[in-house]
């Protein structure tokens, strides 16, 4: 069994979220193309529901688990929420709030990587 790393998990996370923001960006660009539905990333909780994750056992009563890899796949958006008379789906608001939330989901992934680089760093000047 392999180990939890927290700097491939993050990095993994990363990877979904520059996506996720094509993703995003696309629907954005084709926000006036008719018959254009809006597509997003599946959650990232599904991705790690079917990613590889086991614990490391360094001693004989630690717990185990095991999972299997998976990719990213985009869906298509429910189409009856938001029909537009060109059966176009993006709403831009919507796409806008979305680029939001990968932001601040990208800063505290960075965040994140950055304590725990410093939390190592300084056990190792020990």
Known sequence: MEPVNLFQLAAQ???WLAVRQSAVAGNVANANTPG???VDVEPFEKVLDNT???LSTTQVGHLR???TESGFSLRQDD???SMLPSENT???ENEMLKAGEIRRQFELNTAIVKAFHRMIML???S
């Open 13 to 15: 996370q990363s990877r």
């Open 52 to 54: 590889a994750v086991s």
């Open 79 to 81: 189409a009856s929420k």
């Open 123 to 125: 056990s190792s000047k």
């Open 90 to 92: 993006v709403v831009l």
């Open 36 to 38: 254009y539905g809006t």
């Open 65 to 67: 688990g095991r999972t």
